[in-house]
């Protein structure tokens, strides 16, 4: 154990836990992306008609409900992964930052940063903004203390109606809004992100270097237009409550 503390506080160390869980976090990203995509489910039947809409609700809501209940203790454990993946990116993040503050030369009138330390800087920023928008989408739709009405709404099924929470939710242009920026941020984060963490990894190949670079643009890219799809379908009048 005490080798591996030893390992995590040395620069390549920090590194290396954040790239594990840097990893872990992007998976959790991308699965939870692909089930909130259920929203449009159904949504191109008829021209957003009522069957539409209802087979759209259902899909949202029915797989709310399996993780909600059939798969909990499945649920839980990727919880608890996910919380320590955090907070060792959160340590991490914190060791990387004032290694780098030390190694700092001293002295100058002008202070010249070098890229690394400009980058490191521009991935704590946006790594902050996004811990901000993490916190509030919990207290929004996971806990409902930011969204009482919303959250009590169930379906005719007696489901938590996941579907219309997250609709109403962002007919507000404010959260829409901050949903859109934060993950905006998030896409700069991972694209700088998840192409250093295969580096990191010592996963690199002259041939095949540029294109592990890209990688990250990729994977951010990829992630920004999913996630900002839902708010915006909404905001368009694209995606509509159903039922309420
Ligand atoms: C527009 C994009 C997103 C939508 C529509 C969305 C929607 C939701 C909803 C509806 C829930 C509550 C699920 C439930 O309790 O039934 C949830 C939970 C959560 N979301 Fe998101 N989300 C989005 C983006 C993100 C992003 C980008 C992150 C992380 C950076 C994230 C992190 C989480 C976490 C950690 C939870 C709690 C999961 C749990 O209960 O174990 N979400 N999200």
């Given at each position: 154990m005490n080798w591996f503390l030893n390992f995590a506080k040395s620069s390549i160390g920090a590194k290396f836990v954040m790239a594990i869980t840097g990893f872990m976090m992007i998976g959790f990203v991308v699965a939870h992306m692909a089930g909130n995509l259920q929203i449009f489910a159904g949504?191109?039947?008829?021209?957003?008609?009522?069957?539409?809409?209802?087979?759209?609700?259902?899909?949202?809501?029915?797989?709310?409900?399996?993780?909600?209940?059939?798969?909990?203790?499945?649920?839980?454990?990727?919880?608890?992964?996910?919380?320590?993946?955090?907070l060792g990116h959160m340590a991490g993040?914190?060791?990387?930052?004032?290694?780098?503050?030390?190694?700092?030369?001293?002295?100058?009138?002008?202070?010249?940063?070098?890229?690394?330390?400009?980058?490191?800087?521009y991935m704590a920023w946006t790594g902050v903004v996004i811990l901000v928008f993490v916190l509030v989408h919990l207290a929004h739709f996971t806990l409902g203390v930011l969204s009482h009405d919303t959250y009590a709404l169930t379906d005719p099924e007696g489901r938590h109606d996941v579907y219309n929470m997250v609709v109403l939710g962002f007919q507000?242009?404010?959260?829409?809004?901050?949903?859109?920026?934060?993950?905006?941020?998030?896409?700069?984060?991972?694209?700088?992100?998840?192409?250093?963490?295969?580096?990191?990894?010592?996963?690199?190949?002259?041939?095949?270097?540029?294109?592990?670079?890209?990688?990250?643009?990729?994977?951010?890219?990829?992630?920004?237009?999913?996630?900002?799809?839902?708010?915006?379908?909404?905001?368009?009048?694209?995606?509509k409550a159903s039922g309420v």
């Open positions: 949504q191109e039947v008829a021209e957003h008609t009522e069957t539409g809409l209802i087979a759209a609700r259902e899909a949202l809501n029915a797989y709310g409900f399996k993780l909600q209940n059939d798969l909990k203790p499945l649920v839980w454990v990727l919880r608890l992964g996910l919380l320590g993946a955090f993040a914190y060791r990387v930052v004032t290694l780098n503050q030390k190694a700092r030369p001293r002295g100058y009138v002008v202070t010249r940063h070098q890229a690394s330390t400009s980058m490191s800087r507000n242009k404010a959260y829409a809004g901050f949903y859109i920026f934060a993950q905006a941020l998030l896409g700069l984060h991972l694209g700088h992100g998840a192409s250093s963490w295969l580096q990191t990894l010592g996963i690199f190949h002259k041939k095949y270097n540029p294109l592990i670079r890209s990688l990250g643009g990729v994977v951010g890219t990829i992630i920004f237009l999913g996630n900002i799809s839902i708010p915006l379908a909404v905001l368009l009048g694209i995606v």
